[in-house]
């Protein structure tokens, strides 16, 4: 059985090029299985797509194929890359997409590590056009060199074989809360942001489980205090409310509502955790 | 062969909700066919996945396994349920979103039963930890223990391995239209309403084609008056026609434009519709 | 192996009729691969169609069956076809939507022919009931007619089995631009049009590579003029470029933005290509 591959990009629905990459793909690994991770990643927000992998990744069957491809710089001297780790294998461009996934320690880790999931073990630049269409575009490679370059990988051709050690990857950096500390060092609070806004209006960020501290807990967003985390999004007092979310990442949400809206916030806002209080 | 999985839920395209669900499917049954019937129900409205799956299950195959997940109470003491009915078997909350689509008689049925449908043979609440993730979440039930249930039951184990039985399901009241009589205990008008719009702005009503008069019919919404029946979208001779649509429902629609634009309504519209006249 | 089938609609996702089909196609066809092309064709809109079988068809496998359903006519008239084109077959409505992809010489050819790709040899009419549905309604033939046939096709039905002889399609006229000649004779402009806008907001034209001159060229839309063809989405000087998109066709963009939003233009917009200048 090939390997089971999952497509992430910024490519929307709209249009064919998801289609196309399917096809092409199926054209060289004819029963492929192709699970799409999304495509609405917004246009060129190569950070949102390194977040959206990073949450997705522990969830991979241990022998996924991971196509993913925000690729602004498409055409430019950007390297074409595959990079593996605990035995999935990542194929994109190299320009941070991948990093948070497949990074390697010490990497942004806000999940606990599953079984199965690795750490970067090798990375290879696509050089090889026998794993090409035979006609590459400027603007379009995951159509002419990703998506064919996950196929054969698929199929069961080795990452050794589909390019040529490439050294390290480009890395994004990953919005690690800071950490207030008091005159005795003790922490006591940490500053962090809203990293994604999900479907539902909840806010999704970068304070990661193991960060949390114990209750007592206060979060701050947009000037509102949230006192103390619930379990699930149907608990608590008051309008707004925060949970450890699926993601294992601190999460503010509204019950039967949006947090987005109703706090008028997005990506990038600060979100402060303080100890104790 | 595995049995197909069709999966229904609010969580939008946009995130990789949809998508870790597929992979964990995939790393219990890599072989699994998952065929996607809609994620865009809008944000926990159990009500509009209740009628999505009502209208797909006619066209369902014989063995599917259904996986639905609208489920705004997750996390909270809503059970986890899987339900059997005529070879199918649905997985997903018990809040009602099963139970126009997999409900016992007396149930809505806007369309006449169809080879291999059935009614509900029997519900098991999915209590065994073997059938899970090792860790399930307080707020994704669906990457966490809906998901690696179909996929279970996609391999094969029987509905009364993967829980204990449930007696009844949670049910959904559908909104049967109210019937007016004259003196004599004729029908003389049916009021219904709109209970979903389509992507063209179709007005799809909560009439079954079973119940209406042979004409001649008037069909009235926001003020207006439709008289008679047409066959197809581009028949009648008004800018607003009226006909039985796909499910076996009565829809209201604009030729090549947008009735729910044009007439400026939505779900919950009523819809009467007279006798004779 | 059953054939791939290459799915595009424009039912939009919102909806359960894409899922319905599906459903249909594996009851028919249980291990049927389905790929979505894309089901966000504007609504009834057979020309937008048209134009993606188009940018997709070269990328096809050799034994695609292409289910394409852009259907505004659906019960009226308009014949349901089948059409073979070099190993591929195309099944949907006879409108001009599947003309472009399938069409027979000379027929617009903005992407040189690729290995595999083919003109009509055989057009059926789909007027065969064994290959439909028990029961075909007025208004989804989708899921009655054209899904069904495709699954057949996918099977190993030939196409001769599931209809009878048709005869020419119906075809769309392609956009050719017009040539303006100076007084030798010599091509010294081509008026083109905007052909499709994508999710980048680049403006995809109906100047095909192989009619573009040699340098110097000027690219002139909404009075604005760019001066040469880059090679990709972040070179050139201006906030607006002009390049030779993925699909062979002169597209103009905005590094890192929208030409559609900034130029305030989209489809049906007028693109003159001067020669020389």
Redesign the interface.
């Known amino acids: ?1 090939t390997r ?1 591959i ?1 497509f ?1 990009t ?11 990459v ?3 793909i ?2 060289i690994a ?2 492929a ?8 990643i917004p ?2 927000d190569v950070r949102a797509g390194a977040f ?1 992998l990073l ?2 990744a522990p ?4 022998d ?1 194929v991971v196509l993913a491809v925000v690729d ?5 001297a950007r390297r074409p890359i595959a990079v593996q780790a605990g035995g999935r294998t990542f194929v994109g461009p190299d320009n941070g997409l991948l990093s948070w996934a497949a990074g390697r320690s010490p990497n942004p880790r806000p999940l606990p590590p599953r079984a199965g999931e690795g750490e970067t073990e090798t990375v290879v630049v696509l050089d090889r056009p026998q794993f090409w269409l035979p006609s590459v ?4 490679h995951g ?2 060199l990703f998506g064919p370059a996950a196929a054969h990988l698929a199929r069961g051709v080795g990452i050794d074989e589909v390019g040529s050690p490439g050294g390290a990857m480009q890395t994004l950096p990953f919005p690690t809360p800071r950490r207030d500390l008091d005159g005795h060092g003790q922490i006591v609070a940490a500053r962090g942001e809203v990293i ?1 806004v ?3 209006g909840n806010l999704i960020t970068s304070h990661g489980v193991a960060d949390l501290p114990t209750e007592p807990v206060v979060v701050e967003i947009a000037g509102r205090r949230i006192g103390g985390l619930v ?5 608590g007092a008051g309008p707004v409310i925060a ?1 450890v ?2 993601a294992g990442l601190l ?1 503010i949400a509204v019950p ?1 509502g949006s947090a987005a809206r109703l706090l008028g916030v997005g990506v990038g806002e600060a979100v402060t955790v303080s100890w104790g209080a």
């Open positions: 059985m089971p999952f992430l910024d490519f929307g629905l709209a249009d064919t090029y998801v289609g196309i399917k096809a092409v199926l054209g004819p029963d299985r192709i699970v799409d991770l999304t495509h609405e246009g060129q959206a949450t997705a969830y991979l069957p241990a996924a602004p710089g498409v055409g430019t575009s400027r603007t379009f159509r002419d994604h999900d479907r539902y379990s699930n999004f149907q608990a949970l979310g699926s999460e039967n």
